[in-house]
């Protein structure tokens, strides 16, 4: 029984779908809503004229932090072994996210302990190196990406 219903209504959506008549209410005169071309005019759903609105424009900008060097406690160049870096969105700008780049073969060795934005419309990653060997190196890269 629920078969013969279902087959009933599909065919009953099949056949008023059917065809190259349009299926748009006509208007108060003999002529259809459809244009020329034989599609429906568009809509502003806001305003409700005829005329699109035009949609607000963004600008998003991404800014990197210089790229900074960490080493071993006993490392051989003086590298830090722990910081924060921070990438600094520019003024009239927003941070909505950001992220870091290692630049080692080796990612393990940096730890990452804070990764966020920095309150002060930057995003900002606190990392501790975890390597031991002095000629051990670890580099990152801090990047914001800015609204405006």
């Known amino acids: 029984m629920r078969k013969t219903i279902f087959v009933l209504a599909a065919a009953l959506v099949f056949t008023a779908c059917g ?17 020329a071309a034989g599609q429906s005019p568009e809509f502003d759903a806001v305003s409700g004229g005829s005329k699109p609105v035009p949609a607000p424009k963004f600008t998003v900008t991404r800014v990197n932090s210089a790229t900074a060097n960490f080493g071993a406690i006993v490392n051989n160049f003086g590298y830090l072994t722990q910081g924060t870096l921070t990438a600094t969105c520019p ?7 950001g992220g870091y780049q290692i630049g080692n073969s080796n990612p393990e060795l940096l730890a990452v302990l804070n990764n966020a934005a920095d309150g002060s419309n930057g995003w900002s990653v ?23």
């Open 19 to 35: 065809g190259d008549r349009p299926t748009a209410p006509r208007s108060s005169g003999s002529q259809s809503q459809l244009g």
């Open 91 to 97: 003024m009239g700008t927003t941070v909505i996210g």
């Open 126 to 148: 606190k990392v501790l190196f975890t390597g031991t060997l002095a000629f051990e190196q670890a580099t990152i890269l801090v990047t914001a990406t800015c609204l405006q």
